[in-house]
């Protein structure tokens, strides 16, 4: 198979890709709007009331009592109905004939005597036991209850000894039309608030809910507003590390002594012209502004024309001899605030790499398309593939992102997996760099009034999906390798675990990738070299 020249570089390696051959994993959660909600609600609610016999309102009071699971629900209904009646309020109804329209009654509120009007018994019907009220104490009782939240939607009988519900039915009859809208938005989001297997997307003002598969590997979701979050700690996305670890590091971002580390993150001179420079673009290539205009890296300061992305990602400790004990003590403290300052300043750069990609993206999606297309006169399908590349964009950040907190929680004594770790993200850094740099600068060629059609589908359109596939790949390995705990270390043969250069470059016998002889790892795949 033949291999496409990397538009940076004379390496060889990315390899064009059989559309056909590339699977898609299948979610382990679903998106649901408010829309989808009430529609589950309903058919819910049919189902059960349906399965027991028993009216709508009925089967609504037992899913809120049992969290809105319908199997629960039915199997306790079906083991002992009586006491599950008592449990949820759902009482056996008195015989109402023996009322007659006109009777005085009093009130249990207010104890002022009424007349029953049979033609009211719609609304008293809805009640599951025999205690009077007017309709104006009832009206106030059911509202001042909805005013306290969401416990109105296990209301209970004003007499103090009863427990009998009061369902949603009687509470729609009874009540203005806000407090209506209040009661439903609270049975609404009870759905979502009472059940284990569902949570809010936590993005302000998003309104859409996830449901997930309990005891799913993959935590990470992602929202129908695209933010992507953890189901089990409502963070931002962290696989590879665990949630206490994201607990630990944000505890340590937010600490007074350590968080004066944001200025080196924000803020660096040029190298040329030491003007101070503030980081506003996507990736991390940087120009200065005129007279100067030298091209440097945003991480390690270095020239760009010659710059190597593998350089600049490993922690390299200064070593310090002939000091006294205080002179160690000191320089040991230093040195925890430069490792600490070393990784910061990466997992920031590329905190902030992706937030300005999640806001390209969105315009890509809701302007540039429709412009290139007018350009080019192509139709929108067609220009998918650029919107493809700038969500793998996105996801690789946020995975590059958390392998800086990934390493800086390593092992000091696991050193042969720290150097492979080190290689992989510097190989993981150069394969974004390229894809993000590539789509971000070389789409700009084609809004030009001279745009070449024949080149953008020959050229631009291959290379940026050849280059979107292949760096998906090794970022989905590479997170496989970092969640396995680097276990290809462990499992490899003593002689090929030692992290160096090798003779020549050789081809993957699992996924026949061309890699440089640089390391032991497939760059492809992550097969180890010889096992």
Not at 266 to 284: A, F, L, Q
Not at 348 to 366: G, I, P, Q, Y
Not at 397 to 408: D, F, N, P, S
Request: net charge negative; aromatic share 10%; glycine share 6%.
């Amino acid at each position: 198979m033949d291999y496409l020249e990397d538009p940076y570089s004379d390496d060889e390696g990315y390899e064009p890709i059989d559309e056909s051959t590339e699977t898609v994993d299948s979610k382990n959660y679903k998106v649901l709007t408010k829309d989808n909600i009430q529609q589950n609600q309903e058919h819910d609610v049919a189902l059960l009331s349906s399965a027991l016999s028993v009216p709508r309102t009925a089967a609504a009071v037992l899913l809120l009592n049992y969290k809105w699971n319908v199997e629960n629900g039915q199997e306790a209904w079906f083991s002992d109905e009586d006491a599950v009646r008592e449990s949820v309020g759902l009482l056996m109804k008195p015989d109402a004939g023996s009322r007659k329209h006109g009777e005085l009654l009093v009130c249990g509120i207010c104890f002022e005597p009424y007349r029953y009007n049979a033609l009211c018994e719609s609304v008293v019907a809805v009640a599951y036991c025999d205690h009077s009220f007017c309709a104006a104490c009832l009206r106030i009782y059911v509202s001042v209850a909805i005013d306290e939240g969401p416990r109105c939607l296990d209301l209970r009988c004003p007499e103090m000894s009863c427990r009998a519900v009061i369902g949603k039915d009687m509470v729609n009859l009874l009540v203005t039309r806000k407090d209506r809208k209040k009661y439903f938005e609270f049975y609404l989001r009870s759905y979502v608030e009472l059940n284990s297997e569902r949570k809010w997307c936590p993005a302000p003002d998003c309104g859409c809910a996830i449901e997930y598969e309990l005891g799913s590997e993959s935590s990470g979701v992602i929202c129908e507003c695209l933010r992507s979050f953890c189901w089990h700690c409502a963070e931002d996305s962290h696989s590879p590390v665990e949630c206490e670890t994201v607990k630990n590091w944000i505890l340590k971002n937010n600490s007074e002594s350590e968080n004066v580390t944001w200025v080196l993150a924000n803020t660096k001179p040029c190298p040329k012209c030491k003007v101070p420079i503030e980081k506003g673009i996507g990736c991390m290539h940087m120009t200065c502004k005129p007279p100067c205009g030298y091209h440097f890296c945003w991480i390690c300061l270095g020239s760009y024309r010659s710059h190597d992305s593998r350089a600049c990602n490993g922690y390299k400790e200064t070593v310090r001899r002939g000091e006294s004990e205080v002179d160690r003590l000191r320089a040991s403290a230093r040195e925890y605030i430069r490792r600490y300052a070393h990784y910061f300043e990466r997992w920031n750069a590329n905190r902030k790499s992706r937030e300005k990609a999640e806001a390209d993206l969105l315009e890509v999606k809701t302007t540039k398309l429709q412009q290139l297309g007018e350009k080019l006169c192509l139709p929108a399908g067609q220009l998918n593939f650029v919107t493809e590349a700038w969500e793998q964009i996105v996801e690789c950040r946020r995975v590059l992102k958390w392998t800086y907190v990934y390493g800086y929680y390593m092992a000091p004594e696991e050193q042969t997996k720290t150097e492979l770790f080190e290689y992989l993200q510097g190989q993981a850094e150069v394969a974004l760099e390229r894809l993000h740099d590539y789509a971000e600068n070389k789409v700009q060629e084609y809004f030009r009034d001279d745009a070449d059609l024949e080149k953008f589908n020959e050229v631009f359109r291959k290379e940026l999906a050849n280059l979107t596939r292949v760096t998906g790949r090794y970022f989905a390995n590479f997170l496989k390798g970092l969640e396995n705990g680097l276990s290809e270390v462990d499992d490899a043969p003593l002689e090929v675990r030692h992290v160096s250069r090798t003779d020549g470059d050789w081809q993957c016998p699992i996924c026949t990738f061309l890699n440089d002889g640089e390391h032991n790892i497939c760059y492809s795949c992550m097969m180890v070299r010889g096992s």
